[in-house]
């Protein structure tokens, strides 16, 4: 895949009609935002758009309303935050590609700004119909993604648009798709990858693919107990893919015949049961990896893991992280993930950490300015790892 895209910057916005394709997909709680970093995210590609006299609309998802309007998942509080940021009025839009969003965008001046209501509130949008394309298409004369959370998937306002209008990225899918793809391309060495999370048949293809490219593969969190398993070793309760416990030895023997380090946790945290709620206080003992007993499961990696971990980051240039490496909702269970995002956040080397689970560590932590990036897209970065086109970049307009 050909990350060198085309950007805002290579393209003529004054006096056009620019649909932005944003990630506003925000979590809210009672009708109010709770946390509004994705919309601070596309304010540089907006910002831009405005100054350089683009008449911008704006479009985004929220939520899963499955093609029905749900009043509870309108964009309307979206705009709201988006005036108070821009200091100027943002234009809202009753509907996606009916009579008031095109009168809208018809109405728009040079600097103007609106948001179309939410795009998922028409079925075609997931099923990538083309006439939403069109009639999304219609409203504007050049196309920005910016929505790199949803790059991953070709749906109307993602792919299918750029069928019809000449597409750019943002500011932001250029961040990500050049960090991610220089890492991936042409990583400064050693470069090591850490994965963590719950299951191995959601990593196969991610783990299948850094073989190939890094020094050191790290493989902790639920994830772990699978190749523990393939090794021999009874793992208790802990959480066991044992349908791919042949595929975890295929890939340790993969990596040992291209000499790439596999590490595995070599001693473990258990407890007698999961803790309900998750936070909730629990009795744990830290065993060797080998060693878990019956009616006892892993939760988190133990010290001396955490120390072998940190041993390899420490003399990395680069290193990718995607997953945690244990419990880490539970404060008794995050000591391994905390080590891991101390480790990153202590080395001179590029750091990337994919979104999701372990960005939301990072950033709980209090470790993510010490992270060169985070990525804003859990799936879409996972695929990235996996080597797989995005449609939403793949669509865009090489340099």
């Not at 601070?40 to 590609?45: E, I, Q």
């Not at 405005?50 to 998802?61: E, K, M, T, W, Y």
Request: charged share 25%; proline share 4%; glycine share 8%.
């Amino acid at each position: 895949m050909n990350y060198n895209k085309m950007s805002v910057r290579d393209i003529d916005v004054k006096g056009k009609r620019v649909l932005c394709r944003c990630d506003f997909n925000v979590p809210t709680k009672e009708g109010k935002i709770t946390s509004d970093k994705r919309i601070v995210a596309a304010m540089p590609t907006i910002e831009y758009l405005v100054s350089n006299g683009a008449r911008v609309i704006l479009c985004s998802h929220m939520g899963k309303p499955k093609g029905e309007v749900k009043p509870e998942l309108s964009l309307k509080i979206v705009a709201a935050r988006l005036s108070e940021l821009l200091g100027k009025d943002v234009l809202m839009a009753a509907d996606v590609v009916g009579e008031d969003a095109k009168a809208k965008a018809d109405s728009l001046q040079d600097g103007d700004v609106m948001l179309l209501e939410n795009v998922r509130f028409i079925a075609g949008e997931t099923k990538n119909d083309p006439a939403l394309s069109k009639a999304l298409a219609d409203m504007a004369e050049i196309f920005v993604n910016d929505a790199f959370g949803t790059a991953h998937r070709a749906h109307s306002s993602t792919a299918g648009v750029a069928d019809y209008l000449p597409a750019v990225c943002g500011f932001l899918v250029e961040k990500e798709v050049s960090i991610m793809g220089k890492a991936l391309a042409d990583p400064a060495r050693p470069f090591v990858a850490i994965l963590g999370g719950a299951k191995v048949s959601d990593k196969l293809n991610v783990i299948n693919n850094l073989i190939e490219r890094v020094d050191t593969l790290i493989i902790g969190g639920g994830m772990a107990y699978t190749f523990l398993a393939a090794k021999g070793y009874s793992v208790g309760d802990s959480l066991l893919d044992s349908s791919k416990i042949d595929y975890c030895r295929d890939m340790m023997a993969k990596a040992a015949e291209k000499g790439v380090k596999l590490l595995l946790p070599v001693d473990t945290v258990i407890a007698a049961a999961f803790p309900s709620p998750i936070d909730a206080p629990v009795e744990v003992k830290t065993v060797p990896s080998c060693e878990i007993p019956d009616h006892f499961e892993g939760l988190d990696i133990g010290e001396k893991t955490r120390e072998l971990f940190a041993a390899a980051v420490k003399d990395a240039k680069t290193v990718v992280w995607n997953g945690p490496m244990g419990v880490f909702e539970n404060p008794t269970l995050a000591k391994g993930t905390i080590a891991m995002a101390q480790a990153l956040a202590d080395t001179d080397a590029t750091t990337i950490v994919g979104g999701g689970d372990s960005a939301a560590a990072c950033e709980q932590l209090g470790f993510a300015d010490a992270i060169t990036h985070i990525s804003t897209g859990g799936g879409a970065s996972l695929e990235f790892l996996e080597g797989l086109e995005l449609p939403g970049i793949a669509c865009l307009k090489d340099k």
